[in-house]
């Protein structure tokens, strides 16, 4: 109990002297200055990293430019086993085609209730 009371007693001291105050306050500082410098550090490597992605992400950008380029021209020589039209739809240059017949499209809106299907709300038909 004796030891408690003496290591009480030091600490209010020592929380009454400005020196260990001051001590205490340079330290906070010195660690938060190294904390800082070593985050400006880490900031600074992690901004040539984006910098070498951004310019490797903008090579591999034209590399697939050309390389579409060079397949839309093999294609319109005829010297591809894609067709052209075929190209163009898959890469959004023209509309897809449309399938032919007569065909219908239902849609039917129903309220699911656990897991089990409710009545039907609405049904609407669609003719492609």
Known sequence: MEAANRLISAALKAADNNTVINVFLIGAFVA?????????????ALEAEKASLVSSNKSMKKSMWDWKQQLFAEASAGSSSIPLARLQAIYGYSPAPQPTGNARVFFMM???VGNRIALPLQREEFNL
């Open 110 to 112: 129903s309220i699911v």
């Open 32 to 44: 938060l200055g190294a904390r800082s410098s070593y985050q400006q550090r880490q900031l600074d």
